[in-house]
């Protein structure tokens, strides 16, 4: 069975930082491009970057580009999210996806979800 | 990143069918891409319920369909049941900004 734990959300101050780890398990980890894909409270999802399966390509949302840094372990079968210069419109729950297929992005979807990790900036 | 255009709420009576479209343009629905929709109940995390544009992955019922017509796509539940009560959304690669697209999201009312 696919598993996706994310951890790592908290409450920051705006201008601070937050790094978010997903273990991933019951899968080969490294064959599959992972991506967050974020909710602020009562509002719809949002696509926030994607991580290819060997880390070469890496794509972010112009909402946190030059903000944000995806990286990610295969040996440890985790994908993170380096957040800096936080603001309070990237609170949020924060979910770790995994892509269906080991194809490009126009010819995928997403198969599964963790159950997300809360942000909250707010001084 | 734009979103795709989806209504923001439909209803329908038990045993009725309903449908959700989610409009785009030429670089993301109405292209090659894969169109998805993912429906998710409060407090929970989406799930997948048709890809590919129209197909289901195993064990979601085939009361769930999708279709794709130019630059918008389509999600039709038939047979309304209570359980369907949530909010669905659309979601696909977009070509020129590099990234995946969702809809605003469709919260459907089961009456």
């Known amino acids: 069975e696919v598993q996706l734990v994310e951890s790592g959300g908290d409450q920051v101050k705006p201008g601070g930082s937050l790094r978010l780890s997903c273990a991933g398990s019951?899968?080969?980890?490294?064959?599959?491009?992972m991506n967050w894909v974020r909710q602020a409270a009562g509002k719809g999802l949002e696509w926030v970057s994607s991580i290819s399966s060997t880390g070469g390509f890496m794509f972010y949302a112009d909402s946190v580009k030059g903000r944000f840094t995806i990286s990610r372990d295969n040996a440890k079968n985790s994908v993170f999210l380096q957040m800096d210069s936080l603001r309070g419109a990237d609170s949020g729950i924060y979910f770790c996806?995994?892509?269906?297929?080991?194809?490009?992005?126009?010819?995928?979807?997403?198969?599964?979800w963790g159950q997300g990790t809360l942000v909250t900036v707010s001084s | 990143q734009s979103a795709l255009t989806q209504p923001a709420s439909v209803s329908g009576s038990p045993g009725q069918s309903i449908t959700i479209s989610c409009t785009g343009t030429s670089s993301d629905v109405g292209s090659y891409n894969l169109v998805s929709w993912y429906q998710q109940h409060p407090g929970k995390a989406p799930k997948l319920m048709i890809y590919?544009?129209?197909k289901r992955p195993s064990g979601v019922s085939n009361r769930f369909s999708g279709s794709k017509s130019g630059t918008s796509a389509s999600l039709g539940i038939s047979g309304l049941q209570s359980e369907d009560e949530a909010d669905y959304y659309c979601a696909v690669w977009d070509d020129s900004l590099k990234g995946w697209v969702f809809g605003g999201g469709t919260k459907l009312t089961v009456l």
């Open positions: 996806v995994r892509d269906a297929q080991l194809q490009p992005p126009e010819y995928n979807w997403f198969d599964s």
């Open positions: 590919e544009g129209s």
């Open positions: 019951g899968f080969m980890f490294s064959s599959y491009t």
